[in-house]
């Protein structure tokens, strides 16, 4: 069986239409959600267009899916939706790879002679992953762990090597002999003492600028007595939860609109849910994404540059440094002149054009030219915006109010600015590329003075916008709202239903196709059998 494909589009709204795709690890075999399931586990969920759950099984030891799986992949989940990343977008494999790698991780000496893994923020690993915003939110994010048990503990551990601004453990066991073989952060003298304060103090050690406190507390109890306690929190992760406490949670964060995260090992299976009203998105960070060069719609200026080149030059030297961008632009131009203003859009005209550039070549050796070849399917790009982005444009949030994101606030400026340009801002950035230093440097700063230019019609449509609704013009700063010019054709909405509605409310005929499958049979089974075993 192959592997399941990502597990949301790259840009835009969460997909409302794709079938869910659990992911394995190791093993590719998807784990449907099913009904029975739920029977069997008060803790489990299903997935349907407006939740994002994953299950994992592995052939293996049961203490690396409650140490190593589960809370890296908890981490990933909480990394991303902290500092405004899609929500776990493309393989899971790579965002444990890089919990578990790439955090900037040293190896060198502690207290006592012993020897550890220590964070460096030196190495600045993390901002390597989500840029310098997302390493900042992150350090401004504060997170409260209910219950540390070992899934709950290696998911906090991850985040304080992350750099997690602050963190709130919650538990109101003691530690027993029997957590001294699943959990590495107590040890037999800490057997009777407060399980949360144990914990606490590890993860301090851990990194010191993380600010850490413990209640000891069973969050049950939290959940039922303080409610308005989790409102103070950028991210709720919740371990091991009962399905009535999960509901009751979900319904409190979502009403003070505080991201949370349900995360449970079980035996062999663990799952992770993410419940929060609304994600917006500006840096999603997609794995692939179509280069903003405006090779079949350049504004004045890059036109302006394409025709001061002649591609007949007999200059051999300048001839294969000419950028392949000036050539696909002019290319792209001769070829409208000559075809009623229309770009290749048939597979023959497209090979036609891709000829063309070829015949341009004077020598084996012009990689301008191969590198034009190569990326002439930017030319057939379709104009304008996309269907993504459009969508988030038409939503009724982009009727701005005093009470809006400032997301949807920029949005709003967007929206005003696209209606006039007929395009999103310019990105500002172009590929390396063979040519000259001087046609790249010129072709560079044309690109940035388009992008700055862009900047500044949005920045100014946001202090209208604002002004209008009745707040500071100048309360959404100038590097956010350059951020969101640069990634404007990336945003992405994400919408979750309720936990309350998918138990009252499951997709049926979605689940029920999934009982007709031997390997989801196989797995049911499987799931009994664990049932029995772990009691």
């Not at 606030?409 to 209606?419: E, G, H, P, R, W």
């Amino acid at each position: 069986m192959t592997s399941p494909p990502p597990l949301s589009s790259s840009s835009g709204y969460c997909s409302t239409s794709s079938p869910f795709y659990p992911i394995m690890l190791p093993q590719s075999l998807p784990l449907p959600l099913l009904p029975i399931l739920r029977n069997l586990h008060p803790w489990s969920g299903y997935s349907d267009s407006y939740s994002t759950v994953f299950f994992f099984q592995l052939s293996t030891a049961h203490f690396v899916v409650v140490t190593v799986v589960v809370p890296t992949v908890v981490m990933a989940a909480a990394a991303a939706v902290v500092v405004d990343m899609g929500v776990l977008e493309g393989s899971v494999e790579w965002k444990a790879e890089m919990g578990l790698r790439d955090l900037g991780l040293v190896e060198r000496d502690c207290e006592e002679g012993r020897r550890g893994w220590v964070w460096d923020k030196g190495l600045v690993a993390g901002e390597r992953i989500w840029g310098e915003q997302g390493q900042a939110a992150l350090e401004k994010a504060s997170i409260c762990l209910l219950n540390c048990g070992p899934t709950g503990s290696e998911t906090l551990k991850n985040l304080v090597l992350g750099g997690i601004g602050s963190i709130t453990v919650i538990d109101g066991s003691k530690v027993e002999v029997g957590d001294l073989g699943n959990n590495f952060m107590v040890d037999e003298s800490s057997v009777g003492e407060s399980k949360a304060k144990t914990v606490c103090t590890f993860l301090q050690e851990l990194n010191d600028a993380v600010k850490a406190k413990f209640i000891e507390e069973y969050p049950k109890a939290l959940i039922e007595t303080n409610p308005s306690f989790f409102s103070q929190f950028t991210l709720v992760v919740a371990t091991q939860l009962v399905e009535d406490s999960m509901v009751k949670l979900e319904r409190i964060c979502r009403e003070a609109n505080v991201m949370l995260i349900f995360a449970r090992s079980y035996g062999l299976t663990g799952f992770i849910r993410i419940c929060v009203k609304e994600h917006t998105v500006i840096e999603s960070k997609p794995d692939h994404f179509l280069d903003d060069l405006r090779l079949n719609n350049p504004w004045p200026e890059l036109r302006s540059f394409a025709e001061t080149i002649d591609l007949n030059v007999p200059d051999p030297v300048v001839h294969k440094h000419t950028p392949y961008v000036v050539i696909l632009v002019k290319m792209a131009a001769e070829w409208a002149q000559t075809h009623g203003g229309r770009l290749p859009s048939t597979r023959e005209e497209k090979k036609e054009f891709k000829e063309l550039i070829r015949a341009r070549m004077r020598a084996f050796d012009e990689d301008n030219y191969k590198e034009g070849m190569d990326a002439s399917f930017k030319v057939f790009a379709a104009r304008g915006i996309s269907s993504n982005l459009q969508r988030i444009l038409s939503d009724s949030c982009a009727d701005v109010d005093s009470n809006s994101s400032d997301f949807w606030v920029m949005v709003a400026a967007l929206k005003d600015f696209i209606d006039r340009e007929g395009e999103a801002p310019l990105e500002g950035s172009i590929p390396d590329m063979t040519s000259s230093t001087e046609l790249y440097v010129t072709l560079q700063k044309i690109y940035q003075a388009k992008a700055e230019a862009d900047f500044f019609a949005i920045e100014q449509n946001v202090g209208n916008i604002l002004k209008k609704i009745g707040r500071d013009p100048d309360s959404i700063s100038k590097a956010v709202i350059k951020s969101f010019c640069k990634n404007a054709r990336k945003l992405t909405v994400c919408r979750y239903r309720p936990l309350e509605d998918e138990f009252n409310s499951p997709v049926l005929p979605e689940l029920q196709k999934y009982l007709t499958d031997e390997d989801y049979r196989h797995v049911m089974r499987c799931c009994m059998t664990l049932e029995i075993d772990y009691n």
